[in-house]
């Protein structure tokens, strides 16, 4: 679904956040409480973060250290006054019972042409609802 499209419609998307672990880890967030996710620079990655909703459901993934999916986040709010520093406010949900490796997810078929791979250096990834059921099952 394109962005026009889903901003017609209001549909809330899930997301895959990357965060390196070292610098800010699931474990921080879930002490935290909340925190903003910011700082970003790449021109994909912004536009995406400005057209987030409250209520969207995240993936944190530990990039660098870990390579992992290791657990769930929701959009708390969203403040793109800035174009070229939007805010987004996010909650911890739940850690995930099971850690999706990097190498796993590369064999899921669910993933098949993800941009995931195609472009891996982004830092905020839109997820397809299969996708995001993949990584948070069981």
Not at 24 to 31: I, V
Not at 32 to 57: F, H, P, V
Not at 80 to 94: E, F, G, N, S
């Amino acid at each position: 679904m394109c962005l026009v499209e889903r901003n017609l419609y209001s549909v809330l998307m899930p997301y895959l956040l990357k965060s390196e672990p070292d610098k800010y880890s699931f474990d921080d967030l879930l002490r935290d409480g909340e925190t903003t996710w910011d700082g970003i620079s790449n021109n994909q990655a912004l536009l995406t973060l400005r057209n987030m909703k409250k209520g969207e459901k995240l993936v944190i993934y530990h990039s660098n250290v870990g390579k992992a999916a290791v657990g769930t986040a929701e959009v708390v709010s969203v403040d793109a006054t800035d174009p070229k520093d939007p805010k987004v406010r996010i909650k911890p949900v739940k850690r995930l019972k099971r850690e999706r490796p990097l190498a796993e997810m590369r064999e899921a078929g669910v993933f098949a042409g993800s941009i995931l791979f195609r472009q891996f250096r982004l830092s905020v990834v839109p997820l397809t609802e299969q996708q995001y059921d993949w990584l948070t099952a069981g």
